[in-house]
């Protein structure tokens, strides 16, 4: 049987995940709990259905979805119109989704084989050597898929397609390895240095990533690390001189680009189309001083020598 991943989003033409034009496939489960992530839909590990009450057509004039609900009450409707699902009692089927004909009920989440994901990324060959890019998985962590990703990355690489993947790198060194030999680029957040803060705001301690990190770099990998920058979380000095010193001492500052990423208030919608909370709602900041905090913070990096950016676009 062909391996198959379920992977919740494909974007084609991306420059923000890795160098030159990319295809990215965002790949379906995560360890994590991030309080500012921005792809709730990519947490679970299975297909999901999502609610946009605003599409739907109306109970009276429709109906579909609860027709073909195999279990009573697990539609709920404000106004005649679907508002939520009752996620104790679904079955995640995806009839509704089936049923529906104006997109209120969208799929998270579909399975796809190594040879239909190859068909889309083979589209943008042109584009990958123009540009210098090639093709990036990111999730969710796409290496608890890390089956799929290893055949994935060695048709790419057997096609002269160059490979990344994004990760949190909160998987065993075994997940990893798998992938390597056919891998060009690694991607990966320093969220917090302290690994009791780290797990009060991603729900997981940060040894294993630190320690994931140290191996990559010992076996001679190429590393984008990341810092989402998140205001009252990670961005006092402390933390900041930490995650330098890290750099430095620790991976003998053998990183690529560190790249700091600006809170914004993302994917609150998909947060509501599947009955999750959204904790970083109470959360508000001045666009413009906070993103000169984010400049002095890239600035306080490349006075330590360490090659820093403000944002995710690649620059030499």
């Known amino acids: 049987m062909p391996q198959q991943g379920n992977i919740f989003n494909v974007q084609r033409f991306t420059i923000h995940d890795g160098p030159g034009m990319r295809t990215e496939l965002f790949l379906k489960g995560c360890p994590l709990r991030c309080e500012w992530c921005s792809n709730p839909e990519g947490l679970k590990t299975y297909i999901q259905p999502g609610v946009y009450k605003s599409k739907c057509i109306s109970h009276k004039n429709c109906g579909a979805c609860e027709e073909v609900c195999p279990e009573p009450d697990v539609l709920k409707f404000v106004k005649g119109k679907i508002s939520s699902i009752d996620r104790d009692k679904c079955v995640n089927c995806l009839a509704c989704y089936d049923a529906c004909p104006s997109e209120a009920i969208k799929q998270w989440g579909k399975m796809m084989t190594v040879d239909e994901c190859m068909k889309i990324i083979r589209k943008d060959r042109g584009y990958y050597e123009r540009s210098g890019g090639g ?45 390597l030999p056919f891998t060009d680029l690694v991607i990966s957040d320093l969220k917090h240095m302290d690994t009791n803060i780290h797990k009060k705001y991603t729900g997981v301690q940060n040894e294993r990533i630190l320690e994931n990190m140290k191996m990559l770099v010992k076996k001679g990998y190429e590393l984008i690390l990341r810092i989402p920058v998140i205001p009252g979380v ?83």
Not at 141 to 147: H, R, T
Not at 307 to 314: A, Q
């Open 135 to 179: 093709v990036t998985v990111s999730g969710g962590e796409p290496l608890l898929q890390s089956d799929f990703v290893t055949e994935l990355f060695k048709v790419c690489k057997e096609e002269g397609i160059s490979t990344c993947f994004e990760s949190t790198l909160y998987v065993k060194w075994e997940e990893i390895e798998k992938v």
């Open 234 to 316: 990670n961005d006092d000095m402390k933390n900041i001189g930490d995650t330098a010193d890290f750099i430095l001492q620790e991976l003998d500052g053998r990183v690529r680009t560190l790249q700091l990423l600006s809170f914004m208030r993302l994917g609150e919608e998909k947060y509501q189309s599947l009955d999750m909370p959204y904790k970083m709602a109470g959360i508000k900041v001045n666009r413009k001083l906070f993103q000169k905090h984010v400049e002095q913070l890239a600035k306080y990096f490349n006075e330590r020598g360490i090659h820093c950016l403000v944002g995710t676009k690649e620059k030499e």
